[in-house]
């Protein structure tokens, strides 16, 4: 009997391989790549989750139709280990070797900018994550033709923060403190300070700090002695943590603002009460109805939280497949041109690609405030 | 004026951890006229070990400051015995010594990053974050306590270099060590208890540094400053090291709370430089040569 029913198995199983066999003509391969070891594995780990999860409830639904035709979605993924020239590797291996039609991720700016030229040659479509600088998909003033993001920009980022914190804080006075060696923090700090002043505000500390630096004390010590009434810190949570607990050793009792590199579960540990009450901007709420369902499915699948990539990898894909559907054709050129201008309503919001920037313009951001170590959302807000 | 003596208040707390890991330098320098850049590594370990007796074992506080301390008193005796003893009883270079210290040092961290990972973690919180005030003056009370145990650790170090017969011994050695043997004193055994002696402050700065910062693979890298430090206040000198130490921290703390943060390590350094340029043996140094 058990005889039989291992010979069963056999032939089933082999019956299944031949038809996973068969069915690769039809067959849609996406590049995604990103970090899987290092400082940002979390991340990388969990879009490539996200995607494949996301992949396999397309194919089981029968795939998905692209100029009438049935293809099934596969994803191969490589691990770039947040490293700017493995990110040109893995790219140039995506494109050359496995013929991919679009790449997914990745979600660091650093590692977004540098692949532009392999992307233009092989006329393969990229879709970022998280990668929030402006130079992902325009360089000096041009757009390059085969980035494109579902995030919004640091300057969006920065104007909603300045926005927030003047008309609904009702803040006069705000201190900046950033670190002047990271992109993302200068991008920030700049254009917080510009629309804080264009509303009337004043600006009555501007510090900064070096990557790697631990103690902020002199530059907070600086800060107290101008008494603003909020304090801006547009940096990692790590650092954001530190800072916070220095602050509140000083006696700075003041609600500190920042942005997206803010939500981690670290930010709590670490900070704990030192940033209660205090406010960042953030793609989305964790609590919004529209993100729920992705939420559970996830967390039915892998057994754990969904991170903030995960979200946004999420509406990659959408904006990916409606891309796909529009152009009518597997083919990456035909498909970077359906992408200009197409509207997907993702979970994090309504994604519109504007043909000049490759940004989704106009995106909501939410506002989160942090209250007894939960984010709570307190609004959508977008800058005008 | 409060302002000043706010930013005077941060650039001692600053030059204590600073003094508390240059000590360990300027020990192991007095003895064995090489610098240990392995020190870095012991530290870090320092507060791993705390991390986890507090953590992992659920210790309290002084428990695991205790198992972290002999932890890392432990770990510097087994990094000699392995990386420099053998170097030792083939009299080689004191260079071999720097390489085989910078070996060690990669591969403790590189141990670290593998086993433990490369994250990194927090402290629970042990001491209260509201400040301790003087008219409007905050003191932070993990500050003051680093304080007070530091000054206690150093003093304490202080008077067993120089009131005890095994103190005595060491201060010997650091004259010559070669006419040291000569006359009977075991110089092994004297250099154990200096990689002992400087693996213990090694650990109580670790736990402080893990306490006021974060834990992570890289804190070895922090002690570059307390190791400049260490040489400007003179190498081999142990009020040297204090002294550089905190003059180090004050100066940084100042030309960041007055000047401009981008310059402080720009400022701190010239000023250095210049002090050695004058002064090469640093403030209280004890010997020009072998100054590595």
Redesign the interface.
């Known amino acids: 009997m058990k005889k039989v029913l291992i010979g069963l198995m056999l032939v089933i199983s082999m019956v299944f391989i031949s038809c996973g066999g068969s069915g690769k003509g039809n067959t849609i391969k996406v590049g995604w790549f990103g970090a899987l070891t290092g400082d940002q594995a979390v991340w990388g780990e969990n879009e490539l989750n996200t995607v494949k999860m996301l992949f396999e409830e397309y194919n089981a639904a029968g795939g998905i139709d692209v100029g009438g035709k049935k293809y099934k979605l596969e994803v191969i993924g490589y691990d770039n280990k947040g490293d700017a020239q493995e990110a040109v590797n893995v790219t140039k291996r995506l494109t050359g070797q496995d013929k991919v039609v679009a790449i997914l991720g990745p979600n660091a700016s650093g590692n977004a900018i540098p692949i532009a030229p392999i992307l233009e040659q092989a006329k393969v479509p990229d879709i970022a994550t998280v990668a929030t600088n402006p130079k992902v998909t325009v360089l000096d003033g041009k757009v390059k033709p085969y980035n494109f993001r579902v995030c919004f920009i640091d300057p969006y980022q920065g104007a909603v923060a300045a926005g927030y914190a003047y008309d609904r804080l009702g803040a006069r006075k705000a201190a900046i403190l950033y670190d002047v060696s990271d992109d993302y923090s200068q991008g920030l700090r700049e254009f917080f300070k510009l629309n804080f002043e264009k509303k009337g505000g004043t600006i009555v500390a501007d510090e900064s700090f070096n990557g790697g630096d631990v103690d902020f004390r002199p530059q907070l010590s600086k800060i107290k002695a101008t008494n603003p009434d909020i304090i801006f810190m547009p940096y990692f949570f790590k650092e954001v943590a530190l800072s916070a607990n220095q602050a509140r050793d000083l006696g700075i009792k003041q609600v500190l603002m920042g942005g997206d590199g803010w939500p981690s579960d670290q930010l709590i540990s670490m900070g704990g009460k030192a940033v209660e009450g205090c406010y960042f901007v953030n793609h989305l709420d964790y609590a919004d109805p529209a993100v729920q369902d992705y939420k559970t499915r996830y967390k039915a699948k892998y057994g754990k939280e969904t991170e903030l990539n995960g979200y946004l990898v999420h509406d990659a894909v959408l904006v990916l497949v409606a891309g796909l559907q529009k152009a009518g054709k597997v083919n990456g050129e035909a498909l970077a041109k359906a992408l200009e201008g197409i509207e997907v309503q993702g979970i994090t919001g309504k994604i519109n690609i504007s043909p000049e920037t490759h940004n989704p313009e106009g995106k909501d951001a939410a506002i989160e405030k942090i209250v007894n170590g939960q984010y709570v959302f307190q609004e959508r807000y977008a800058a005008q | 004026m409060i302002?000043f003596l706010?930013?005077l208040i941060?650039?001692l707390?600053?030059g204590s951890i600073y003094a508390l890991m240059a000590v360990g330098y300027s020990l192991v320098y007095s003895i064995m006229n090489f610098s240990n850049f392995a020190h870095g590594s012991v530290i870090m370990l320092g507060a791993y070990f705390g991390f986890f007796a507090l953590t992992g074992l659920n210790l309290p506080f002084f428990a695991a400051f205790m198992v972290a301390c002999i932890g890392t008193t432990i770990l510097a005796i087994v990094i000699e015995r392995v990386a420099y003893k053998p170097l030792r009883e083939r009299q080689a270079p004191f260079l071999y010594f720097i390489i085989s210290a910078m070996g060690a040092s990669i591969l403790l961290e590189n141990l670290v990053i593998a086993t433990i990972g490369?994250?990194?973690r927090?402290y629970p919180?042990i001491f209260e974050?509201?400040?301790l005030?003087i008219g409007s003056l905050?003191i932070?009370r993990?500050?003051l306590m680093m304080f007070i145990i530091s000054a206690i650790c150093l003093a304490g170090l202080l008077l067993f270099i120089n009131k005890t017969k095994m103190g005595k011994a060491i201060q010997a050695a650091s004259y010559n060590i070669k006419a040291c043997a000569l006359m009977g004193i075991n110089t092994d055994r004297i250099i154990l208890i200096v990689f002992g002696l400087g693996g213990f402050l090694a650990g109580v700065a670790g736990v402080f540094f893990g306490m006021?910062?974060?834990v992570y693979p890289q804190i070895g890298?922090?002690t570059t400053k307390s190791f400049i430090a260490a040489v400007f206040g003179g190498l081999g000198s142990l009020p040297g090291a204090v002294i550089g130490s905190i003059i180090l921290g004050v100066l940084?703390?100042?030309v960041?709370?007055y000047i401009?943060?981008?310059y402080?390590?720009l400022i701190a350094f010239v000023i250095l430089i210049g002090v050695l340029i004058f002064r090469p043996t640093g403030i209280m140094g004890k010997s020009t040569v072998d100054k590595a």
Do not use: M
Request: hydrophobic share 20%.
């Open positions: 302002q706010q930013q941060n650039g707390s600053i490369p994250t990194f927090t919180p974050r509201t400040p005030y905050a932070g993990l500050d006021k910062y974060t890298n922090i940084e703390t100042l960041a709370g401009s943060s981008q402080r390590d």
